[in-house]
């Protein structure tokens, strides 16, 4: 069936570093966008990143421009997120999803479990 | 900050219907989704393009939308839709992804 399966979270010091991945099954991986979601405790959710297309379009939100890192193999069927610099607002719990896009929208259709990072000394 | 506004709470009899909204700027420009997310759970796709349901999703769920407002339709409330309620979008500048904070149902 079509799945997404984090994985990668964890207790983590601040300053060190995290790759979470996410492993996609049941449809065509090359075909998608693909975003990584968070959600802070007791806050709602944040879009953080996505790639897909083509040429591999890539986006990151502002709050995490310049730390975070998508990427994804294709021949793998995995999608990832590396986390540097660490710090403790980027305690949440990532999702990753599936986008369905067009001009006029960008939705996610099929969403992981979630993985949770704590970033804590 | 987000750029979509949603009302932290709202609440519905059993039964009734409840319309949760969504402002924004961009909403003029980009069509909302929305998710329904409860605790422990993933999140739901509900409705995207304003007003398309993905298969399974049952029809008491509707959207639509008004200029910079974006509004889901939940017809006759049942106990098991008490969650946490979501839209999104395109940014104004189409290129980055952004949602709302999020309106809380509680099903009386």
């Known amino acids: 069936q079509v799945q997404l399966v984090e994985s990668g979270g964890g207790l983590f010091k601040p300053g060190g570093s995290l790759r979470l991945s996410c492993a996609a099954s049941?449809?065509?991986?090359?075909?998608?966008?693909f975003s990584w979601i968070r959600q802070a405790p007791g806050k709602g959710l944040e879009w953080v990143s996505y790639?897909?297309?083509?040429?591999?379009?890539?986006a990151y939100a502002d709050s995490v421009k310049g730390r975070f890192t998508i990427s994804r193999d294709v021949a793998k069927n995995s999608l990832y997120l590396q986390v540097d610099s660490l710090r403790a607002e980027d305690t949440a719990v990532y999702y990753c999803?599936?986008?369905?896009?067009?001009?006029?929208?960008?939705?996610?259709?099929?969403w992981g479990q979630g993985t949770t990072v704590t970033v804590s000394s | 900050s987000s750029e979509l506004t949603q009302d932290p709470a709202v609440s519905v009899a059993l039964g009734q219907i409840v319309r949760i909204t969504c402002h924004g700027d961009?909403?003029?420009?980009?069509?909302a989704s929305w998710y329904q997310h409860k605790p422990g759970q993933a999140p739901v796709l509900l409705i995207y393009?304003?007003?398309s349901r993905p298969s399974g999703i049952p029809d008491r769920f509707s959207g639509s939308n008004s200029a910079n407002t974006a509004s889901l339709t939940i017809t006759g409330a049942q106990a098991e839709d008490e969650a946490d309620y979501y839209c999104?979008?395109?940014?104004?500048?189409?290129?980055?992804?952004?949602f709302g904070g999020g309106t809380k149902l509680t099903v009386l």
């Open positions: 999803a599936r986008g369905t896009t067009n001009y006029y929208y960008y939705a996610m259709d099929v």
């Open positions: 049941g449809f065509n991986f090359n075909d998608n966008y």
């Open positions: 790639i897909g297309g083509r040429t591999d379009t890539i």
């Open positions: 961009s909403l003029r420009s980009f069509s």
């Open positions: 393009a304003h007003n």
């Open positions: 999104n979008s395109r940014d104004s500048g189409g290129n980055l992804v952004v």
